[in-house]
């Protein structure tokens, strides 16, 4: 765990995603660890923050998530693009090696029992808030961020730093097939009073 | 209704949200319609598209929603950044002039009684998929897409043009506060096979 990843207060963790970054999403279960990328993942409340995720029913990952009832949500950047692609389009029921070979490095964080990918910008330990109708139904999972964490060379004080940080640190948000957009210019609206 | 507005096939429309922009919900009931900003908008499915939003109860546009069965998703662009901001600060309840004084016009699409803001860069017309759990447990709604258009600006072939339209026609992904990105460059991962 380097130096750089800094606890980020649970009240500030909804920021990490609110821009609609696509994820990674990691689980581990059985002793088997995996990660899959994720396009929909999006806020659903601030505090205690909560989040939503769409993990199809053919994603191993999912398996690992039901069976264990937690994952980590991922912030990837550019310097993962292509990292994202592989763990996004590649299975491990077809691959077992498939994180080896996306070239994905996990390291752990004490206290939980939970894969972490190495060089992303933040990081979301959440426990999965049962609602097996919407699972079944929608392959939508809703999660509580029990605890979260930033690099801060790209994130610090409850803050993104895109601007200031370089290029490789910009989150990515996907499109179609393998075309993302990296997030661009900061910019600032007037907040009129009532 | 605008010539550059053209109907996008359902089977791509959830590519005019998968990048995760933040949105305008609007919606129209008894001869009200209204029109809030929503940073928690994420696809669900791909076809039949579907989408979810998180809409607060204290947001008078949910009412709206709730009431008629249908609203309308917008993406917005950065010609639009103060107009957003305003959307999502200002509610009915308090300023029953809230469209006005935000510089929103509406216009009507033939066949859909609902309200559309004209300027934005992309319509999901949406039928509420009803869900009373989790729309009283989570503020979460599911919509199904029935018909989406775009503004061939930036929006044709079922492909985004962020990069060759003009600097206004980027999509706004809210942080915090009067905050936002722009969604910024380009860029390809290459798809390997399985």
Request: charged share 20%; net charge negative; glycine share 8%.
């Amino acid at each position: 765990m380097n130096g750089h990843i800094k606890p980020v207060d649970l009240s500030r963790a909804s920021r990490l995603v609110n821009h609609g970054p696509t994820v990674l999403v990691s689980a581990r279960h059985g002793g088997v660890d995996n990660v899959m990328a994720v396009a929909w993942c999006c806020g659903l409340d601030f505090d205690p923050p909560k989040l939503t995720v769409v993990l199809d029913r053919i994603a191993h990952t999912r398996s690992l998530v039901e069976a264990s009832g937690k994952f980590v949500v991922h912030v990837p950047n550019v310097a993962q693009l292509q990292l994202t692609e592989d763990l996004g389009t590649h299975s491990f029921y077809d691959d077992p090696g498939k994180l080896a070979a996306a070239g994905a490095t996990l390291f752990d964080i004490p206290g939980h029992d939970l894969p972490f990918v190495e060089g992303c910008s933040a990081w979301l330990a959440c426990e999965l808030i049962r609602e097996p109708h919407i699972e079944d139904a929608y392959d939508l999972f809703l999660g509580q961020v029990t605890e979260a964490w930033a690099d801060d060379r790209v994130f610090r004080n409850g803050h993104w730093h895109f601007e200031t940080a370089g290029p490789e640190w910009r989150s990515l948000h996907h499109v179609a097939g393998g075309h993302y957009y990296a997030i661009g210019e900061a910019m600032d609206a007037v907040r009129k009073p009532d």
